[in-house]
Nanobody
Framework: QVQLVESGGGLVQVGDSLRLSCAASGRTSGSWAMGWFHQVPGKEREFVAALRRSGAITYYADSVKGRFTISRDNAKDTLYLQMNSLNPDDTAVYYC?????????????????????WGQGTQVTVSS
């Protein structure tokens, strides 16, 4: 079992930056895929960014390309999401996710159903 704990959320202004962190309780390098999703009340959890092969392959939602960067520190088993140029549409609860089968052909790692482990979420609020 792997436990994921997010941190770094908060209330910011339009144009500000935040860095979210996700600390894993166990080893999540190698074959693992990890990602960030966000969710607002009444809507389905949406993909933000993901990486696999220890960060060699990354994926981004179109809405965050050029503004957000996903990365990981393998030595610390920690996933990050650097968020720049934040706008009110980024307001949501952000969840970290992980799956050990991160190299399966045909798996869409932008879908929340592809992940087995989830953190408790951290709130990001962007005020205009």
């Amino acid at each position: 079992q792997v436990q994921l704990v997010e941190s770094g959320g908060g209330l910011v202004q339009v144009g500000d930056s935040l860095r979210l962190s996700c600390a894993a309780s166990g080893r999540t390098s190698g074959s693992w895929a990890m990602g960030w999703f966000h969710q607002v009340p009444g809507k389905e959890r949406e993909f933000v960014a993901a990486l696999r092969r220890s960060g060699a392959i990354t994926y981004y939602a179109d809405s965050v390309k050029g503004r957000f960067t996903i990365s990981r520190d393998n030595a610390k088993d920690t996933l990050y999401l650097q968020m720049n140029s934040l706008n009110p549409d980024d307001t949501a609860v952000y969840y970290c996710a992980a799956v050990q089968r991160g190299n399966q052909a045909g798996t869409d790692y932008t879908r929340f159903t592809s992940y087995d482990y989830w953190g408790q979420g951290t709130q990001v609020t962007v005020s205009s």
